[in-house]
């Protein structure tokens, strides 16, 4: 990566880290407004079977330089599964099992079309195509509730950001509504705006047909970011095999919330042998 004339490691930009040991290897790539640590509860399990790599995308509040962020370039999900596919050469991974967090699973399906022999299969968690209502379509959000989410994220992002935590989050559980909320708030308020803009303003449906990967789609029973319709219609679209679990829980992060009930979903997934 290129930056003001200086050449740096993607896995050094990305605090890459490689933990764990054995012959699979898991990716775990985290959501809008957070970071790796939220992967925290679920790492020690995976580290002891395989090995895992953990990272921060490049719109994370966690990165050194908030300035190797480009609205324009990280525009698209394309720049992030580049970025993706980059780092998995950089740091030489085989054929790996990708877990990807709300639109990082997006972004691995996109990866996966591009680079298919470097995944084994992709587990999205609470991943969603598209975010935006239509006649034919339930996203979970009408435009009117997306202009509303981005006005108030340009017009006071941490005042957002403290009512926008609790509301995708168990509220049963007040630390990981905190951690999130934290997460949130390191965020650059004008990359927080752009990134949001990509995910909320953004329609990925048409290439879920042409991921060939196997594919799990893990959700949880009452998401308030994404309709349960979403995960069934996109194992219908991919081409990959794929099978959809559902965790008895409310909330977008079962990573925080139900960390112990997604290692149990995540040891039936196939290709994971945990």
């Known amino acids: 990566m290129q930056v003001q004339g200086k050449t740096h490691s993607l896995s050094t930009d990305m605090n890459a880290r490689l933990v ?50 480009d609205p324009v370039k990280y525009s698209s999900f394309d720049a992030f599964a580049d970025d993706l596919i980059a780092l998995m050469e950089e740091v030489k991974l085989g054929p790996s099992v990708f877990v990807g967090h709300s639109m990082s699973g997006m972004i691995g399906c996109i990866a996966s079309i591009k680079r298919p022999e470097l995944f084994k299969r992709i587990v999205l968690i609470g991943a969603s195509p598209r975010y935006i209502n239509s006649e ?66 953004g329609d990925q449906r048409d290439m879920l047909e042409k991921v060939t990967v196997p594919c799990t789609f893990v959700q949880t029973t009452n998401d308030i970011v994404v309709p349960n319709s979403v995960p069934e ?3 219908k679209k991919i081409k990959g095999k794929s099978t959809v679990e559902v965790i008895e829980i409310d909330g977008h992060f079962p990573q925080l919330t139900a960390h112990l009930q997604l290692l149990e979903v995540l040891r039936d997934v196939p290709d994971f042998d945990l």
């Open 20 to 69: 764990g040991s054995g012959s699979g290897t898991v990716v775990l790539a985290h959501g809008y407004g957070t970071d790796q640590s939220l992967w925290d509860k679920i790492l020690p399990d995976l580290a002891r079977r395989h090995r895992v790599l953990a990272f921060d995308w490049i719109f994370s509040g966690a990165v050194k330089d908030p300035d190797m962020f």
């Open 136 to 201: 034919d379509y339930e996203g979970g959000f009408d435009i009117s509730e997306v202009e509303q989410l981005l006005s108030s994220i340009e017009s006071d992002f941490h005042s957002w950001a403290s009512s926008f935590a609790p509301l995708v989050m168990d509220p049963n559980d007040p630390p990981s509504v905190t951690k999130f909320e934290t997460c949130l708030k390191r965020m650059r308020p004008e990359t927080a705006l752009s990134v949001a803009k990509l995910i909320f303003l």
């Open 233 to 235: 219609l996109m194992a």
